[in-house]
Each structure stands twice: as structure tokens, then as C-alpha cells.
């Protein structure tokens, strides 16, 4: 897994995928539970599949049982393409990168 | 990796599976009227059939499609015991798996579609199973070949009888297509993404809602698993059948549904709804939203559905349930560990097959093999190191690694071996057809189908296997009267036999038919100018001529002669493999031709030799014994071993290598093919593991050099070819022979 650049957030590198799916949902898990809030950048995610949908989306249910913010940042091709494709635009919204504060209302949706 | 790279990788592994698919219903059909319990073999049959047409529907391969639809209704009811095994059932099926063998063909080529040629044939080969298939012919025989017909499953559209008097192809409408994949899809390689990706290919997807609800708990889920399912409304024009096609592959492990609106009756919409047991409200609004089907007409049914219920008249409702339930998976679905359970058998047998090979790039395998023959030889040289420095710590550790050594490289070399009995048993059809061609009785007889042999050899050993045996059917085997006549049973024999000897493989072709006349062979041979007349030639010699180039003793060509391909043409190609061939005949009884091969020749254990400063290398398993040169042999060719005449070979004059000639000599017995000679050398140097680097295509033309090695010390050390030592001494023998049978 990618090197985690400080508490809260979870920088992805490379697949996101069934191959890679366990470690990463292990990684999203541990942190999420670990810190008040997880910013997860997409920005290095070079491939996306089924799998890796299926984990954002646990991301993002785990995240509001807890009542925990979570944002996925880094609007990058392959992540818009695989959204589109699967019309998860708007259930999975994701962010450009950038130090923006992490607005509670929208996080915990 | 983008999609179209991917559908290509994925063509392409289709093309080789579909092949591999088409050797094993070959074998299995052939099988077929033998075997005393053939359910097993149907069955495999059937399965291959099934897999094909699955996978060509991936591919919107439609004409295979639809062949293999007929082929596979066929084998269907000779699986469930409606028609029985018969021969002419065989006979039709058997040109109906080379059809499919020409469309991969050209699959592969790039014709994605069919030729009219290939439609023609289809409809012809089709016609031929138009008897076997039910009373009522299915309208895909007759409409095969002229545009799109009915290709789902046969259950499939007896569940909707009107959409079977549809004429021509449906409008565009909009489809609803519901599909929960196996929760083992992702781990299998099947993303539901791509095949949702790939409906673009066939219409316009117009919504997809990704049901999530069915992802477990955090500490439950497993992220290898597919929990997400997929509700899509695609607007299209193309057939259902060609889009359940698209879903063949998968919709054994998971639930595909595809509601048209033209031919799905409310209650299949009902039976979708309600298979989501508790997030059926959720299926329901999705339906509603995207216009799929109407509250009114929702209500209507399900009210339908309950009086029927009430009524105790649940019987036609539960038929329609099984029917579409048997179509597109389990219709209940609790939860996802419950489909893991009970994961169908299909499935299994493909893990089995995954499990119990895999393939290989040949250059990688190549590069293995390469590699382990440097780490031969550079054990070897510390080895020689360690021996030289009287370390015996050191070379008895040595002598551990390089046991493993040797282990890895027999293991390495074994990854080349297969058994050639694959080879043998394509042969089956190849007599089976050419005997009927023939009008004769041939049976084939295959042994030593185990024995293994480099791919490489068997990949170049079919082309002059096949001339064998069509020339030892044609030319060999007598016609049933003649048979008669010489007191043999009606039914010829052809043996396939294969075994190991002293290095090589030996592959023998006989036939019990009438066998070389060895007198109009050397009539013929001294017709064409080949032998001077007079020359007295041993039978075996006379024998041989079969094999010179433009040589036939038949009485009349047959078309199975007349392919211009002849026994010269065998010959060559066993040459170039660097084998041999002879030919054993007993006039009257039978005839049998014999190939000897080089097992594989990556890397040898040879016999280090010196002469002068030159090191040469004889492969040890020619070798019979070493003796010292008897002091008075210096000016003779030949040499008293134990009261026999052993003709030697100087290795010194052979290769014109100067210097002063030692005071002892040694002589290197070999043997080859049953002939002893000796190569006189200087030195004995001792058993050495050597690996065969080619020598460049300018010294390609070197007689009795195979090949050239790096000693541990760096040196290089050339290779002596026996086989060709022995052969050239013979030739100059038998030269010697004509010229003074000539003189008298």
C-alpha cells in the first residue's frame, strides 16, 4: 500500500482492484478507525475495477456508521470513467486534491 | 491495459482454449463407439460444445453461435438418452467439429464473420443433424446461415413460446437488464464492469443503478468478492439471444436476467422483484423509475398471482418460475455466501483444468533451460576448482549442489517432455477417415503412447507421422479381397508405437499388409538410373531406395499419392530433426518404418577427449568402452577388438590437427543405430555435463560436428556428431562396395 502522508488520509498508488483489494481494505479499515476523519487521494489510482468500487463504497457506508467524515479526492480519469460507467457520480463524489478543509456537513452525508 | 487490448488478449486465449476444446471432442466422439459406459465421454462432448458456444457469444461471434447451438441441442439429447451412439451420428457429428475447427481458423486470421462458403457448409453440415434433433425441427437449423436466429438455449424459448413466430429482427426497445454476478466473479477475472462497459457495443445504456445494499458488514466483507449488482436499461435492437450471449460465461454462477419488453410477460418481472427477498421495494422503484414496466400493470399481475395462488392452481406459476430459474441462476438469493456454497460443478472443472496446467511462453521455458546450463557448467568449473586446491570439504559440499543441480536441470528439461501419445491419437481419426476414403478395414493400434519426447520434436514429427500412415494404409494394407486371398483377417492392422533407446526415441509406423516388393524396387531403382545394374545390394539397402526423391512402385496413383508429397519428402524432415529412418519389410507380411530422434539435446553428459590441443566432446550415451590403439594398427583403418573388426576413425586426420602424435593412443568405442566404429584420440579426459551452444549458421555445413561447449577452465571444446561419424564412414564403405562390385 501507497505511503500514508499523515493521520487521516490514505494516499491510493497504483491498482485498485481485485488484486490488490485486500491489502487496501485492510489499510482503508485500520485508518478509518484509527483517526476522527480519512481523506482517501485517488489521484495515483491507475487502474479501477469492480472491486475497488465495491471498497470505496464500504469506505464510505463504514465511514457514516461511525460518524465519521470521508472524502475521496483526486478527480482522475480512471476513477471518473469507472463512476460514470457504473452512474455512482453522485453516490461516490469525488473531490479535486487540495488542502480544503473537510466541511462536516458534506462528509457525513 | 485498455478494453480493446484486453478483448484482443481475450480472442486470443479463446482461439487457443477453443482449439484445445476441439482436440478433446475429437478424442472423446472417436471414443465414443468404443467405450462400453460412454456417459462420461457424452458428457465431456457436450461440455465442450457448451464451453465453445459460451465463449464465442462472448465475442459476438454470432455464426459460431449458432452452430454450436445445433451441435449442442444434438448432444444434448444423446446426453439425456433420447438418441442413442451411432456411427453415423459420429460420421455427422465429426465434420461438424471441422467446421468449427475452420471458423476458428479464420477467426484467427481476423474474419470475424462468417464467408458465404462457411454459411453454405453450416447449412449442408447442419442438415445432416436435422435427424437427430426433435420431431419438430428447431427454426435455427433451417435459418442458419440467413440472418439472426434464435441462439438462447432451446429451454429459453419454450418459456416464451411467441417470441418464436417473431419474423425478422426485433425493433430498438429498451431492455431491462438485471445482473447479479457469482460472488466469485472478480477473483475468476470477470469484471461486471467490463460487461456492462461492453453493452455499449450492442445498444445505448441508458441507466444503470449499482445495487450496494448487498455489501456485508466491514468485518464480513471480503474484498475479493463480488457483492455489487447491477440493474440496466439498455436500449437496443440486437436479439435477446445475442445478448444473453454476452452473459453465457458468467450466468451459470450468478443471476442474468434480461426482461424484453416485447416477449417478458409481468409475471418475469414479478420473479425479478421478488428474488431480492428484502431489497425487493428497492428493485421495484428502480423498475418503476426507469419506465421498465407500470404501477397498473404491476399490481394487476401480482394480484393475478395471489387469486392464482388462492385457487390452489399454483402449478403453471411455478413452472414459469423453474423455467426462467433454470435459465438465469438461482431465483433466490439470501445472501452472498449462500451462492458461494453451492458454487456450480462447471465452475469446478475449470479450476481443476487451471490446476492442473498452465502455459508458457516456449522462449521463456527457453531461457530456463539456457540459464541451468550455465549453472551446469559453472558448477562444473568450481567443481574443478575445488579438486585442483585438494579442498575436500569444499568438494563434498560441491558434490551436494551439484546433485540438486542436476536435479533442477532433468526438472527443467522434463518442462519440454510431453508424452507423444496426443500425437499418436489424432492419428484415430486420420484412419478412421482414410479408410473409409479407401473402402478398407484398418484398425489402429497405439503403444508406448507415454513415452515422452521434446515439444519441439512432436510439434515437427505429425507432418511425416501422417505420410507414414496414409502411404502404409494406401500402399501397405491390401484391399479386403486380396487380404482374402493371403489368408489374413479382413481387417488391417496399422500399429503407432513409440520407445526410448540408448538416447533417442524410437517411433515405428507397421502395417501387416503385403510389405516391400524388394525386386521391383531395384527393377524400378535401376530403371531410373539409381543403382548400376548388376550392383549387389542387401535387401535392407533395396529397401532403403523407397526413400530416394521420385520413387513410387505404386500400380495405380490414388488421390492419397497424388498429393506429391513423397517418401523423400519424410526422409528429409527426419533428417533435418537430425533423426534417421529405416524401413523393415517382410514381403508378403508387413512393413515397418522406424524414426530415430534426438531426445532433446539442450544439454548432454558427454566424454571428454583431447587431441593435440583441441578438446572434443563425445555424447556419453554413445559411448560403449574406451581401449588403448593396439601399436601395430598405425597404418590399417580398422582395429582386432576381442576377435571383431573395428573399423576407427582418426580424429587427428579428420579435423587435420597438426602436432606430434602421442606414443599412446586410445580408442573411443561408439555406437550408433547398430554399428560400432572408433574414434582414435590422444588424451581420455573423463565424463563431463556439457551444454549444447548451436554452432553458427557458417559452420552449419561441418560434417560431424553437433555443437560447441565452454569448459569449466573457458575453453571451448566442439561436440562430436556420432551419428553422422557413423553414417559418413558407412556411405564411404558402401561407395567403396559399389565401385569394386562395379569393376568385376
Given amino acids: 500500500v501507497s505511503a500514508s502522508t499523515g493521520p487521516g488520509v490514505l494516499e491510493i498508488i497504483g491498482e ?23 481523506d482517501i487521494v485517488l489521484d495515483g489510482v491507475t487502474e479501477l475495477d469492480t472491486a475497488g468500487l465495491q471498497l470505496l463504497l464500504l469506505a464510505q457506508r463504514e465511514a457514516a456508521q461511525l460518524g465519521r467524515p470521508l472524502r475521496l479526492l483526486g478527480a482522475n480519469p480512471v476513477v471518473t470513467d469507472i463512476l460514470a460507467i457504473a452512474q455512482l457520480s453522485a453516490v461516490l463524489g469525488v473531490h479535486a486534491s487540495g488542502p480544503a478543509p473537510i466541511a462536516p456537513e458534506e462528509a457525513t452525508r | 491495459m485498455s478494453f480493446e487490448d484486453e478483448m484482443r488478449d481475450a480472442l486470443a486465449t479463446f482461439l487457443v482454449e477453443g482449439r484445445e476444446l476441439l482436440e478433446d471432442m475429437e478424442r472423446a466422439l472417436l471414443g465414443l463407439e468404443i467405450e462400453e459406459d460412454p456417459t462420461e465421454t457424452v458428457n465431456a462432448v457436450f461440455r465442450a460444445a457448451h464451453t465453445m458456444k459460451g465463449s464465442s457469444g462472448l465475442f459476438g461471434l454470432d455464426h459460431m453461435v449458432r452452430f454450436t447451438h445445433v451441435v449442442e441441442s444434438v448432444l444434448d439429447r444423446l446426453r439425456t438418452g433420447e438418441i442413442g451412439v451411432t456411427s453415423d451420428l459420429i460420421g455427422a457429428l465429426l465434420p461438424c467439429r471441422d467446421h468449427l475447427g475452420v471458423l476458428m481458423d479464420s477467426i484467427a486470421d481476423g474474419r470475424l464473420e462468417e464467408t458465404p462458403e462457411q454459411a453454405e457448409r453450416a447449412t449442408g453440415l447442419l442438415a445432416t443433424l436435422n435427424p437427430y434433433l426433435q420431431g419438430n425441427p428447431e427454426p435455427a437449423v433451417t435459418a442458419a446461415g440467413s440472418g439472426p436466429a434464435r441462439t438462447g438455449s432451446d429451454r429459453a424459448s419454450d418459456a416464451r413460446p411467441a417470441s418464436g413466430d417473431r419474423a425478422g429482427p426485433p425493433g430498438r426497445r429498451n431492455l431491462h437488464l438485471s445482473l447479479r454476478f457469482g460472488p466469485e466473479c472478480l477473483r475468476d477475472g470477470m469484471d461486471p464492469l467490463s460487461f456492462i462497459r461492453y453493452l455499449s457495443t450492442l445498444g445505448e445504456v441508458v441507466d444503470v443503478t449499482t445495487v450496494t445494499e448487498l455489501i456485508p458488514d466491514a468485518a464480513q466483507m471480503d474484498p475479493e468478492c463480488c457483492y455489487l449488482a447491477f440493474e440496466v436499461t439498455l436500449s437496443s435492437e440486437a436479439p435477446i439471444a445475442a445478448i444473453e450471449g454476452v452473459f453465457e460465461f458468467v450466468r451459470e454462477d450468478g443471476a442474468i436476467r434480461i426482461l424484453d419488453p416485447d416477449s417478458s410477460s409481468m409475471d418475469d418481472y414479478v420473479d425479478l422483484i421478488e428474488s431480492f427477498g428484502e431489497l425487493s421495494g428497492r428493485i421495484e422503484e428502480i423498475l418503476l423509475r426507469t419506465g421498465a414496466i407500470q404501477v397498473d400493470a404491476l399490481e394487476s399481475a401480482r394480484d393475478a398471482r ?98 540438486l543441480v542436476e536435479e533442477v536441470r532433468d526438472s527443467a528439461l522434463q518442462l519440454r517432455m510431453v508424452p507423444i501419445g496426443s500425437t499418436f491419437s489424432r492419428f484415430q481419426r486420420v484412419v478412421r477417415d482414410v479408410s473409409a476414403d479407401l473402402g478398407k478395414d484398418v484398425v489402429l493400434v497405439i503403444s508406448g503412447g507415454d513415452t515422452e519426447v521434446d515439444k519441439a ?87 532403403g531406395l523407397v526413400f530416394e526423391p521420385g520413387f513410387s512402385t505404386a500400380d495405380a496413383v490414388s488421390d492419397l499419392s497424388g498429393r506429391g508429397v513423397g517418401m523423400d519428402v519424410v526422409k528429409r524432415n527426419v533428417t533435418a530433426l537430425r533423426g534417421t529412418i529405416d524401413v523393415e519389410s ?3 507380411e508387413g512393413c515397418t518404418m522406424r524414426i530415430r530422434l534426438p531426445l532433446t539435446l539442450a544439454i548432454i553428459d558427454g566424454f571428454l577427449v583431447a587431441v593435440g590441443g583441441a578438446a572434443f566432446v563425445v555424447p556419453l550415451d554413445r559411448v560403449i568402452e574406451c581401449v588403448e590403439l593396439p601399436a601395430d594398427s598405425h597404418l590399417r583403418g580398422c582395429m582386432d577388438l576381442r576377435g571383431e573388426v573395428l573399423p576407427f576413425i582418426r580424429l587427428r586426420s579428420l579435423f587435420a590437427i597438426t602436432g606430434e602424435r602421442p606414443r599412446r593412443e586410445n580408442v573411443v568405442v561408439v555406437e550408433y543405430a547398430g554399428m560400432k566404429i572408433g574414434l582414435v584420440v590422444d588424451t581420455l579426459m573423463g565424463e563431463f555435463q556439457t551444454v549444447i551452444k548451436p554452432l553458427g549458421v557458417l559452420f552449419g555445413h561441418v560434417n560431424g560436428i553437433g555443437g560447441s561447449t565452454i569448459l569449466g577452465n573457458g575453453d571451448v571444446a566442439l561436440i562430436i556428431d556420432v551419428p553422422m561419424l557413423v553414417r559418413h564412414h558407412g556411405d564411404r564403405n558402401a561407395a567403396n562396395q559399389l565401385v569394386t562390385t562395379t569393376k568385376e
Fill in chain 2, 586 to 588: 517382410r514381403f508378403g
Fill in chain 2, 457 to 543: 520434436l512432436v510439434e515437427q514429427i505429425g507432418d511425416p507421422l501422417m505420410h507414414l500412415v496414409r502411404n502404409s494404409m494406401d500402399h501397405g494394407i491390401e484391399s479386403a479381397p486380396l487380404r482374402a486371398e493371403r489368408g489374413k483377417s479382413a481387417r488391417g492392422t496399422l500399429r503407432l508405437n513409440a520407445f526410448h533407446d540408448s538416447g533417442s526415441i524410437v517411433i515405428e509406423v507397421s502395417d501387416d499388409g503385403g510389405g516391400i516388393d524388394s525386386e521391383r524396387v531395384l527393377a524400378k531403382a535401376i530403371e531410373r538410373g539409381l543403382v548400376e545394374p548388376g550392383a549387389s545390394l542387401s535387401e535392407q539397402e533395396v529397401n
Fill in chain 1, 16 to 38: 485498485l482492484t481485485v488484486q490488490t483489494a485486500g491489502e487496501r481494505k485492510a489499510a482503508v479499515m485500520s485508518l478509518l478507525e484509527a483517526s476522527d476523519g480519512l
Fill in chain 2, 306 to 403: 395471489q387469486g392464482r395462488a388462492a385457487a390452489g392452481a399454483g402449478a403453471s406459476a411455478t413452472t414459469a418460475v423453474g423455467a426462467v430459474g433454470r435459465q438465469a441462476g438461482p431465483p433466490q438469493l439470501e445472501s452472498p455466501t449462500a451462492a458461494a456454497a453451492g458454487e456450480p460443478r462447471a465452475a469446478a472443472e475449470t479450476k481443476v483444468r487451471e490446476a492442473r496446467s498452465i502455459r508458457i511462453d516456449a522462449p521463456r521455458l527457453d531461457r530456463l533451460i539456457d540459464v541451468v546450463g550455465e549453472l551446469v557448467i559453472a558448477g562444473a568449473s568450481a567443481g574443478l576448482m575445488a579438486a585442483h586446491n585438494r579442498d575436500e570439504a569444499l568438494t563434498v559440499a560441491l558434490g551436494e549442489l551439484m546433485r
